[in-house]
């Protein structure tokens, strides 16, 4: 998936450049990445099924 076509599945996705990881939804459209602010592609990183999971995949804690 590449920045500017549409999400058709939510889940969690990493940039190709610099492996940020970002979760979109669908009918989204693919952001640009957040680190380096190019067109990227995204890989499919994982589903996301729960909210709770959202929050500890964005936090810290290692
Ligand atoms: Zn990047």
Known sequence: M???ET???LG???SECCS????FDVGDSFRRC???HALC???FEDEVVDPE???RESGVAA
Do not use: A, N, Q
Request: aromatic share 10%; with cysteine; hydrophobic share 30%.
């Open 20 to 23: 940020e990881k970002v979760i």
């Open 41 to 43: 592609i995204w890989e």
């Open 2 to 4: 590449r920045t500017s």
């Open 34 to 36: 957040p680190k380096c």
């Open 53 to 55: 999971e959202v929050k």
């Open 7 to 9: 999400v058709t599945d």
């Open 12 to 14: 969690l996705y990493t």
